[in-house]
């Protein structure tokens, strides 16, 4: 339950930027870490 809880956490901080990158590749690269 801690993994999704830090995706929100960041995704919080970080706020509408996650949103547009994460085409790009900014999602993908908090997802190698979250499954690590």
């Known amino acids: 339950a ?3 809880v830090k995706t929100v956490s960041q995704s919080r901080i ?3 930027v996650p949103t547009s ?5 900014s999602i993908p ?3 190698p870490k979250k499954n690590s």
């Not at 990158?21 to 590749?25: N, V, Y």
Request: glycine share 14%; aromatic share 14%; charged share 5%.
């Open 21 to 25: 990158p994460a085409k790009s590749g």
């Open 14 to 16: 970080i706020g509408p």
């Open 2 to 4: 801690p993994a999704p």
């Open 29 to 31: 690269s908090f997802f």
